[in-house]
């Protein structure tokens, strides 16, 4: 059984829609991270999540850590949102970086 | 322009042939990684450095081999490619072990 795991492995919305995507994990974790992989290839750190609840822009990244969950959001989806997204955990006492989810394939339609 | 580069961004190569893939940032960050991302597999790791001249395995070591002589600099090197290290590889950094992670572009590796 994977350590991270992302649902679901597919979206495709409609532009304007309210996206939801989950990652649970089994294992103690020091952070939780959501990355956006882009279309060409290239991965950029959306949010680093210990507690609670953070917001850029349209975006907002939830965690429970009791629950061993969290939630990305997006708010009034675009196309340009279209990408992979992933979550990502630091294991507690580890010193090695991350531990990938398999990502989400997000596809906003016009 | 803060940043993480990796050179080459597209590699094709025969097996046995010695590579390698540098990574380097300007941002001083002490933490470096190497990832490789395959179908189905999604990322994982195959070394990190916390600092210069600390490295240490990860997920998927065998095969490849790293250097940190330079804070900036985190090589990657393959000493004798196979066909089932063609992968895209990603090369990240962090100021702080637990701190945002910044990604290079990737390198798309085939091996022959």
């Known amino acids: 059984k994977n350590e991270v795991e992302q649902s679901p492995q597919n979206l495709t919305a409609q532009e304007g829609e309210f996206i939801t995507i989950n990652c649970s994990y089994s294992?103690?974790?020091?952070?939780l991270h959501w990355l956006q992989q882009h279309p060409g290839g290239g991965i950029v750190s959306l949010f680093m999540l210990s507690s609670g609840k953070k917001k850029h822009g349209r975006l907002i990244a939830t965690i429970n850590i009791q629950e061993k969950h969290s939630s990305l959001h997006i708010t009034a989806s675009h196309p340009r949102d279209s990408a992979v997204y992933i979550c990502?955990?630091?294991?507690?006492?580890?010193?090695?970086?991350?531990?990938f989810g398999s990502g989400t394939q997000l596809t906003v339609l016009p | 322009e803060a940043q993480v580069t990796q050179n080459p961004r597209y590699l094709i190569t025969v097996t046995g042939k010695k590579l390698t893939v540098t990574c380097s940032q300007n941002?001083?960050?002490?933490?470096m990684s190497w990832y490789r991302q395959d179908p189905g597999l999604g990322l994982r790791q195959i070394y990190y450095s916390m600092n210069v001249e600390v490295t240490d395995k990860g997920d998927v070591p065998e095969g490849y081999k790293v250097s940190r002589k330079e804070k900036r600099n985190f090589p990657l090197i393959l000493e004798s490619p196979s066909p089932n290290q063609t992968s895209l590889y990603f090369c990240?950094?962090?100021?702080?072990?637990?701190?945002?992670?910044?990604f290079g572009p990737g390198t798309r590796l085939t091996v022959l």
């Open positions: 941002m001083n960050h002490e933490y």
């Open positions: 990502a955990v630091r294991l507690s006492g580890s010193a090695r970086q991350l531990t």
């Open positions: 294992v103690g974790i020091s952070a």
């Open positions: 990240a950094s962090s100021l702080i072990l637990a701190g945002e992670q910044f």
